[in-house]
């Protein structure tokens, strides 16, 4: 490897990225990311437009005066105000860089500008060198530059090198190139204009059509060293490049692209947490390399794959990009060498007939249920397991709510054969009715989780009730009720629980 195969991260979600509607963030919260992006090693932070707004200058300053080691980059457009503005928020950075930029496209250069081709030219060059007075590290773009004339480009871009320009961006501006097209605009400018080894060549794609990260790679691929992406893809419409993808694509690939970024991926998860958190904007669950299911599977076929090598499915390990492990989600289409797995890392050991006879109820479980968690399947287990009889079984319930009060539950259960009665009051009839249950069985469960869905449309719909207990001994138990009376199933449900709960830890101690 030589220094010319390593590829610059410019990340721009601080700049590009808040421009996302909605996704406008505090200063402390960019104070915040970019301290992260710097830890994390990120070549070139864009921190803002400085002559944008005094917010943005404030920030763009403080994250110049905190960096230590990334090069730390305003953007300006090429007016003598916005450059000397974007000069003074760097100044304090130990890498400061100035980021100019004027549009070179037909479209832009009409409608936008309002100028012509010999006045765009003279608006580089004057730009570029008043930023490169100010700063050892000025980087020019031509903005629409894939719908640019090439001959006009070519010249914009020896006119931005001639007058100082050390980095040059070729933007997809609108997500309109493709990545044969975009990797040959590199190569044909890279061997047509003079000096163009003397400037390093980004690329900067947006996702228009999806093709943003595969764009920024054919680009490497053609002479570009730097690349312009942001966390989680975020920027205005479709958004950037997703700098994870970027990441780890030359990562993976390694044998294809012998390119190196300074990166540190184990960083990236966390970054896409934070970012999604700050903005609000929640990571698709299928996201390449960050996504919820990036790491999970559930089909049976894979998951017996996993089981025996987590190569058969997996091109990188979820530790690389800071994701604890895989996740073998349980569903319908799990399979039982998973779900044998599953019950092992719960704490459960059956026998093959019990094994076969819990996998037939977990797949009738999976085919009415979404999602199948853990606390189902411990459920599920501990159900099959406490077959011989509960120790508790509903008979009757009473309670009196409304505003005049106080709350109060009046319940008949059977325990262990013999009828028992309790009153007991709560705040609300809910905990009246758990109260009532409590007195006459006690334990240390605490309530972790209440949820009341009606099975269907109106107000004679069935009410399902699901309750989570945990105790301080760490056994867990969920129960699940269904009555037309929401208090009924409320009281089963919590019942229901509660039997397990005992269940599973008399079994536990008798098996120690």
Not at 372 to 398: N, P, S, T, Y
Request: charged share 25%; proline share 3%.
């Amino acid at each position: 490897m030589t220094k010319s195969d390593h590829i610059r991260i410019f990340d721009t979600t601080l700049r590009d990225g808040e421009q996302s509607p909605g996704a406008s963030m505090t200063h402390g919260e960019k104070l915040e990311l970019a301290g992260l992006m710097e830890e994390m090693g990120v070549d070139v932070i864009e921190a803002g437009f400085p002559a944008s707004s005094e917010g943005d200058f404030a920030a763009v300053s403080q994250i110049a005066k905190q960096s230590k080691n990334a090069i730390i980059c305003g953007l300006a457009r090429s007016t003598e105000k916005d450059i000397e503005r974007c000069g003074e928020a760097v100044r304090n950075a130990a890498r400061p860089r100035i980021h100019t930029f004027i549009s070179t496209s037909p479209v832009h250069m009409k409608h936008k500008l309002q100028m012509g081709p010999n006045a765009v030219l003279e608006a580089v060059g004057r730009s570029v060198a008043q930023a490169r007075n100010l700063v050892d590290d000025v980087e020019w773009s031509a903005e629409d530059a894939t719908r640019t004339d090439f001959d006009f480009l070519c010249k914009c871009v020896d006119v931005a090198i001639q007058s100082g320009a050390t980095t040059i961006n070729i933007p997809d501006t609108v997500g309109y190139s493709h990545p044969e097209e975009y990797g040959a605009l590199f190569r044909r400018l890279i061997a047509n204009v003079a000096n163009s080894d003397k400037a390093i060549w980004s690329a900067h794609c947006h996702n228009d059509l999806g093709l943003a990260v595969a764009n920024s790679i054919s680009a490497i691929a053609n002479g570009a060293r730097q690349v312009e992406c942001a966390i989680n893809g975020l920027g205005e419409r479709a958004g950037n490049a997703a700098l994870e993808e970027v990441v780890m694509a030359l990562r993976v690939r390694h044998d294809t692209l012998p390119y190196t970024t300074g990166v540190k991926s184990e960083y990236l998860s966390r970054a896409s947490a934070m970012l999604s958190r700050i903005t609000g904007f929640p990571v698709q669950y299928n996201k390449a390399i960050v996504g919820k299911n990036a790491f999970a599977h559930e089909s049976g076929i894979h998951q017996d794959g996993m089981l025996k090598n987590s190569e058969t499915y997996e091109i990188m390990k979820p530790e690389d990009v800071g994701v604890a492990k895989t996740s073998l989600v349980m569903g319908k289409l799990s399979g039982r060498h998973a779900f044998r797995d599953k019950l092992e890392s719960l704490g459960y050991t059956l026998e093959q007939d019990a094994l076969n006879d819990a996998f037939k109820r977990f797949k009738a479980l999976a085919d009415k249920k979404k999602h199948v968690f853990d606390d189902d399947i411990v459920a599920l287990v501990d159900d099959q397991l406490a077959e011989d009889g509960e120790r508790a079984m509903f008979k009757r319930l009473r309670v009196v709510a409304g505003t005049d009060g106080p709350q109060t539950a009046e319940i008949d259960l059977v325990l262990e054969g013999e009828e028992k009665f309790a009153i007991a009051r709560g705040n609300g009839p809910v905990d009246a009715v758990f109260n009532a249950i409590k007195s006459l069985i006690p334990h240390s469960g605490s309530l972790d989780l209440y949820q009341v869905h009606a099975v269907t449309g109106g107000t004679d719909a069935q009410a399902t009730v699901s309750v989570r207990l945990n105790d301080a001994d760490g056994f867990m138990a969920t129960g699940r009720a269904s009555d037309p009376d929401t208090l009924v199933a409320s009281a089963k449900a919590y019942l229901h629980a509660v039997n397990k709960l005992e269940n599973r830890k008399a079994k536990r101690q008798n098996a120690a």
